[in-house]
Structures are given as structure tokens and as C-alpha cells.
């Protein structure tokens, strides 16, 4: 059975003490698992980042070999570390470990030139392989209708075609989106559309008494 490793981040050394404690164990020849929370968002100062313990496996100097246990996609996590954002209420810092504004941001003279001639001088990793920030994350400009708890049908096919999106039932994600609406208070993302038109009836099992 793993040795379960769980470190909160009163000293801002989660992810360090949570990678050195697993690699300690593994080095015991016993499997580890690793406690984390998106954008390191957990327990009084917080606990070890997710995507920051990935990429220390990846990345990390002294780290190559270690296996982890699943194959991970790490294309979702700029939307992903968004999405709990939005989720919490709780806004991602600009100097966010990878899906940050400021991850890839260089504007010092000898930074800027020497990350536009070869990026590896000063990223341990290409921002590519995060995958893109959300369509809807910046404010749209001008006209905006939007579906919700009192939007309508019209409304909701506006938005709906707007994003290109096919209904798999109409009737059903119209009133899961009327229903997420009301129970977030927050109009809901392009993603978050995106699945409650193409798996409403799936998901209107987490709501009971809905159907």
C-alpha cells in the first residue's frame, strides 16, 4: 500500500517537502502517493499544487526514472486551474506556477532576447503543453446575451449555436443550465455549456429530484 504524503504550505515548501518525502520513499522501495489541490488552494496557507508536483516529476533536476502511476494530459490545465478559479472564487495569481498570466512573461532586456532566440534558456518547459487559457476568460466587448437561471429558450439557443454546440436535449440542458446558474450565482463558462449540452441527462444525476 502507498505511504500517503500530505503537507500544508506554512513555509511555501508543499511541493518540495512532498516531492522530497515521495521520492524517500520510493528510494525505500515502497510506492508513494501524493496529496494535492488544484492552484494549491487547501488548508490555512494552503497545500502542495497539483500541476507544480507534476511538473517538479517531470522537470525536476535528479527526478528522471520515477513513474507516475497514471498517463497525464497536461493540455487541460490552464482550463482546468480557470475553472477552479471561477469555481472557489478565488483568483489565480498572475505568477501562478504554469497557468499564471505572468508563467511565461519576460520583459527584462538580456530575459526577453535570450527566451525569443531559444525558450529553454529561461523555461524548464514549453507553455504548449498546457494547453490554451479559455476562449471566454477575457471580457467580451459590445452586445452579450447570455443564458442563465432567466434567460430563455431563445437565449440559450443564441449561445448555444454561438459556440457551435449540438444539444444532445434541448428541454434537459436548458434546465441544468437554469438550475447550475441558480446555484452558483455566476454565469456559467463556454466549457461548462459545452458539457451540460452534450451530457445533460448524466449530469442531472448529481442534482437529485431533478428529473
Same mark, same amino acid.
Given at each position: ?50 500541476? /507544480?508536483? *507534476?511538473? =517538479? ?9 520515477? #513513474?507516475?502511476? +497514471?498517463?497525464?494530459? $497536461? ?32 520583459? /527584462?532586456? *538580456?530575459? =526577453? ?9 529561461? #523555461?524548464?518547459? +514549453?507553455?504548449?503543453? $498546457? ?14 446575451v447570455l443564458t442563465g437561471e432567466y434567460g430563455g429558450k431563445a437565449g440559450f439557443r443564441h449561445v448555444t449555436e454561438g459556440?457551435?454546440?449540438?444539444? =444532445? ?43
Open positions: 500500500m502507498p505511504v500517503e504524503t500530505h503537507c500544508h504550505n506554512d513555509l511555501g515548501m508543499a511541493v518540495a517537502n512532498s516531492v522530497s518525502g515521495a521520492l524517500g520513499d520510493l528510494d525505500a522501495g515502497q510506492d508513494a502517493w501524493i496529496n494535492t489541490c488544484v492552484n494549491g488552494i487547501g488548508e490555512r496557507s494552503g497545500n502542495a499544487d497539483l500541476l /507544480s508536483t *507534476i511538473l =517538479a516529476f517531470r522537470h525536476g533536476f535528479g527526478l528522471a526514472g520515477t #513513474e507516475i502511476g +497514471d498517463p497525464l494530459d $497536461l493540455s487541460w490545465a490552464r482550463r482546468f486551474g480557470l475553472w477552479a478559479s471561477y469555481a472557489l472564487g478565488q483568483p489565480l495569481p498572475y505568477h501562478q506556477v504554469g497557468v499564471g498570466r505572468n508563467a511565461f512573461a519576460h520583459e /527584462s532586456g *538580456i530575459h =526577453a532576447d535570450g527566451a525569443l532566440k531559444d525558450h529553454g534558456n529561461y #523555461e524548464l518547459y +514549453d507553455e504548449a503543453t $498546457l494547453g490554451p487559457f479559455p476562449q471566454d476568460w477575457h471580457a467580451r466587448p459590445g452586445r452579450v459556440l457551435g454546440v449540438e444539444v =444532445a436535449d434541448e428541454e434537459a440542458s436548458f434546465r441544468l443550465v437554469q438550475l447550475c446558474n441558480a446555484m452558483t450565482g455566476r454565469p456559467l463558462t463556454d466549457d461548462e455549456l459545452r458539457l451540460i449540452a452534450a451530457y445533460p441527462r448524466e449530469l442531472s444525476l448529481m442534482f437529485p429530484g431533478y428529473a
